[in-house]
């Protein structure tokens, strides 16, 4: 079973680089067919899809977030990676990372647990 | 971008009710949409994708339906496990948005 958990500081300073990243257990990030997203969720609120990698490093991003956002993988170290730029108050969320399924890389199918990350001086 | 209406926001009901929750997409998306079901302070669990192809080891209580711009998920006898909220997503067009969610209360 693919297990998927999120890293990185909990707590960003206004016009900082949130930098997250998500370490893959259970099964290797280079699988053919899989590919890797990052989808984040204010509190209280809906979710918004950020982007998605494939192991070769190819990326598709959200036409809203694509200025700020830089999505990376490291297959040597099962781990894939997301960078937003000059953050504000309104990128406080829970940041999760999940994998597609092997039918659609945008059918969600493993989740890792989230990480809350406050955007505050 | 493709906008997601759930309907109703929130919603109470008692254990073994049938009940059905509402999706619409602003223009067509042919059965490119997926069912979330999530439980407080946990991520995400796929239910539905395709709109009607129920997720390995979901419960068959549990069923979508529709195309074009309707969308619906049944549950077919409430379980207490089934408190929760749920939420709509589309894959058709590969800038993926999801519905704003309905929470499911027991009342």
């Known amino acids: 079973q693919v297990q998927l958990q999120e890293s990185g500081p909990r707590l960003v300073k206004p016009s900082q680089t949130l930098s997250l990243s998500c370490t893959v257990s259970?099964?290797?990030?280079?699988?053919?067919?899989?590919?890797w997203s990052w989808i984040r969720q204010h509190p209280g609120k809906g979710l918004e899809w950020f982007g998605y990698?494939?192991?070769?490093?190819?990326?598709f991003y959200n036409p809203s977030l694509k200025s700020r956002l830089t999505i990376s993988v490291d297959t040597s170290k099962n781990q894939f990676y997301l960078s937003l730029s000059s953050v504000t108050a309104a990128d406080t969320a829970v940041y999760y990372c999940?994998?597609?399924?092997?039918?659609?890389?945008?059918?969600?199918?493993?989740w890792g647990q989230g990480i809350l990350v406050t955007v505050s001086s | 971008d493709i906008q997601m209406t759930q309907s109703p926001s929130s919603l109470s009901a008692s254990v073994g009710d049938r009940v059905t929750i509402t999706c619409r997409a602003s223009?067509?998306?042919?059965?490119?949409l997926n069912w979330y079901q999530q439980k407080p302070g946990k991520a995400p669990k796929i239910l539905i994708f395709g709109a009607s192809s129920l997720q390995s080891g979901v419960p068959s209580r549990f069923s979508g339906s529709g195309s074009g711009t309707d969308f619906s998920l049944t549950i077919s006898s409430l379980q207490p496990e089934d408190f929760a909220t749920y939420y709509c997503q589309q894959s058709y067009s590969s800038s993926i948005t999801f519905g704003q969610g309905t929470r499911l209360e027991i009342k």
């Open positions: 223009e067509g998306i042919a059965t490119y």
């Open positions: 999940a994998r597609g399924s092997s039918r659609s890389w945008s059918i969600f199918e493993f």
């Open positions: 990698i494939y192991h070769s490093g190819n990326t």
């Open positions: 259970g099964g290797s990030i280079s699988s053919a067919g899989h590919y």
